[in-house]
């Protein structure tokens, strides 16, 4: 067995192991063994099955227990310590945000490494998408509720660039890239609907309507 191979299955395995002791989901363990495997490649491999695994990870660990808890919120601080140590490519938190989401630029790079031209696109275009905290990259980060960063071209931008993969790669990552478009439709709705109001409000000589661009 090449040493690369058998190092990164040593690692799979101390990982499992200590997982194991926290009672985390299988979910969270197939994402690490997965992960080592994707690692492991001496040519380049799809990197769809290992983000799909962390997707899988991150809804196992944030499923609602039996105290109305995540999953996340019920370990240990030990427990939580140790799974933020072991959970390469995902990003844990608990207190006042709670969220366990797989880490953009992780995947970025290990795209880079061992995925397809496919991957790699993709994960540029998410890491891209991203902002600080891992709020969408349209959305400006405020002490109590983003707001979304309207005047700023960057929700144009972002759905340009994800039109211009589904055309490139139309069979790769099909669902989320869908996803992205309609949420950026979404989003570019409502500032439409904001910009007219406060224009008929203006042109009407009635009280404006305030439309916040940030």
């Known amino acids: 067995m090449p040493k690369k191979l058998a190092l990164a299955f040593v ?26 495997s994707t690692e492991a490649s001496t040519s380049a491999v799809s990197i769809a099955p290992v983000y799909q695994a962390a997707l899988d990870a991150q809804t196992a660990l944030m499923q609602l227990t039996s105290t109305e ?8 601080d030990s427990e939580f310590e140790n799974a933020q140590n072991t959970l390469r490519g995902m990003v844990i938190a608990r207190g006042y945000e709670i969220y366990a989401n797989p880490e953009p630029n992780f995947f970025a790079h290990l795209a880079e490494k061992h995925g397809l031209p496919e991957d790699i696109s993709f994960f ?13 990259a349209y959305l400006k980060d405020r002490a109590t509720t983003p707001c979304v960063r309207y005047g700023e071209h960057i929700i144009t931008e972002l759905y340009e660039n994800w039109q211009r993969y589904q055309r490139r790669w139309p069979l790769a990552y099909t669902q989320i890239v869908q996803q992205n478009l309609t949420d950026l439709e979404e989003v570019y709705s409502k500032s439409s609907v904001i910009f007219y109001r406060a224009i008929h409000a203006v042109a009407s000589h009635s009280k404006p309507v305030r439309a916040y661009y940030n």
Not at 19 to 29: G, S
Not at 69 to 76: A, D, F, I
């Open 11 to 36: 690692l799979a395995a101390a990982s499992t192991l200590a997982l194991a002791q926290t009672a985390l989901p299988t979910a969270v363990q197939n994402y690490i063994h997965l992960l080592a």
């Open 69 to 76: 808890q995540t999953v996340v919120e019920t370990l240990s």
């Open 124 to 136: 540029q275009l998410t890491a891209k998408a991203s902002g600080e905290k891992q709020i969408p």
